[in-house]
């Protein structure tokens, strides 16, 4: 592979294509940790490679976990606190809507600070505020707390995603990240068999304990995982044109646009003319995909117990199925992804969630609820995995963790706070959560057409290929 890029290439024997020809003093820092140097250039899979992709799935694993379980305990909450539906909307929205800050904020610092340390410092946060929630005495303060968890956690899986989409091999990117994704689904399950056990005979309060002890993550993600090559030499790359500049040496007019672009990094930079059509592409993404989770994640529990009829124990044990079919469909999307490219990946999983989910809807038969649910969750978790590729792998390093947090905040502001208006209005006019769920496969369909109709397709290509 040629070592000449887009920063002027030429280095290290075996380095990836965007290792710069000048070695700066931040990346010569950390050439001298073996795990730095086991990313660090173009050669085989290493075991340091492992360790980034297991903490970046592991992260997504409590993702699962936390979500599901205040999903799953949600009948119980409401009943604890003496909570209407639209009382609950409402607390749930709060929590959300602070979290949404989380979203852009530990990006954005990861710009300034790298990927390594604050992944560590965010999950370690989530793991300790756990205990906090469940010990809350009013709803006012569960409001309160579970807004904490959320913004301590809503940084994690970008700041994952992006640590494995620059040190993994681009032929792998998408596979690797969607299976990373799809942890997220062995935490949903986990979710189900601890509400199912913990929730079930103890109550709420200690299925949320439990995964507080999940706070040794970050000592492993701390010890393992070096930090991202391509965070490390646009620092680099920064100073050294940066000194350059103000000393009034000779300076490529590459590298002059370059720095006055990288210097500058914020909200603004997002919607710049050379970035805008990417933004524009990962919101249409990013706002489909949490319109679509947002009525399951949030509202599937209640309509299957107040709905169908099933126990807490029941729909558990749903959960739990229901997730590790999930695995699989991210599997097999991020597998279509990197072999068939970006939106087979996408149009395959979406269309067969659509199917499924529309016939589970329509059913009262107690089987068929269980056949068409595991059916549909293939699809719709598994579109997933294309989704967060995509938004981890299209913009510029220089940007990548502002650009993430600003789409994924706006997405989140859509999704989870603006659609349940939506949602509840729809539960609250008809008495019913049926119309507000069929309202999903609409949104999925028209996720297909757009995706196909507008989608980059980045299979196989370095990140400096995609963009600079």
């Known amino acids: 592979m040629s070592t000449t890029t887009a920063d002027g290439a030429g280095g290290f024997p075996n380095a990836p294509s965007f290792q710069p020809a000048i070695v700066g003093p931040l ?10 140097r086991a990313v660090a250039g173009d050669g085989p899979i290493t075991p340091t490679h492992k360790h980034i992709a297991v903490a970046n799935g592991l992260g997504w694993g409590f993702d699962g976990m936390d ?36 979203l852009y904020f530990w990006p954005w610092l990861a710009d300034r600070y790298g990927r390594r340390t604050l992944l560590a410092i965010n999950i370690a946060l989530f793991s300790l505020l ?55 689904c062995f935490g949903a399950s986990l979710a189900g068999a601890i509400t199912g056990i913990a929730a079930a005979n103890w109550g709420w309060r200690t299925a949320v304990m439990v995964p507080g002890v999940i706070a040794l993550l970050a000592i492993y993600v701390r010890a393992t995982c070096p930090e991202s090559p391509y965070w490390v030499r646009a620092q680099d790359r920064r100073t050294r044109v940066g000194t350059a500049l103000r000393k009034g040496e000779p300076v ?47 509202w599937m529990p209640l309509y299957l117990a107040r709905e169908k009829g099933w126990s ?28 068939f490219g970006r939106r087979v990946g996408f149009v395959v999983t979406l269309l067969e969630g659509a199917v499924f989910l529309v016939a589970w809807i329509y059913t009262d038969n ?56 939506a949602t509840v209005a729809l539960q609250q006019s008809t008495g019913s959560f049926k119309l507000a ?26 990140l400096n290929e995609i963009s600079v």
């Open 27 to 36: 990346e010569r820092k950390h050439m001298q940790n073996a795990n730095y």
């Open 67 to 102: 979500g599901v379980i205040f999903a799953l305990v949600s009948p119980l909450i409401i009943k604890d606190f003496n909570l209407t539906v639209p009382e609950y909307r409402t607390g749930l929205q709060i929590s959300l809507f602070v979290g949404i800050a989380g």
């Open 130 to 184: 756990m205990p906090v929630v469940a010990l809350s005495p009013t709803f006012a303060v569960f409001v309160i707390a579970r807004s904490l968890v959320g913004f301590a956690l809503n940084g994690e899986w970008s700041l994952g995603s992006m640590l494995v989409a620059e040190t993994w091999p681009a032929r792998l990117r998408g596979r690797v990240i969607s299976i990373n994704r799809a942890a997220w």
């Open 252 to 298: 490529s007019e590459v590298d002059r646009a370059w720095f006055l672009k990288a210097d500058r990094v914020g909200i603004r930079q997002v919607f710049m003319p050379d970035v805008l059509p990417s933004t524009f592409v990962a919101l249409f993404v990013a706002c489909c995909s949490t319109c679509i989770f947002g009525t399951v994640g949030a």
């Open 312 to 339: 807490t124990a029941e729909y558990s044990a749903f959960y739990v199925s229901w997730g590790i079919v999930g695995f699989f469909g991210l599997w097999l999307a991020g597998w279509l992804a990197d072999r």
């Open 366 to 421: 107690h089987l068929l609820l269980w056949i068409f649910g595991l059916a549909w969750s293939f699809g719709f978790l598994g579109f997933w995995g294309p989704s967060t590729v995509l938004t981890a792998e299209i913009f510029p390093t220089r940007i990548r963790g502002v650009a993430n947090g600003v789409v994924w905040a706006i997405a989140y502001f859509v999704g989870f706070v603006l659609w349940p208006f």
């Open 437 to 462: 769920f069929l309202c999903i496969p609409v949104f999925m369909v028209l996720m297909a057409i757009g995706v196909w109709l507008w989608v980059p397709e980045h299979a196989g290509k370095e």
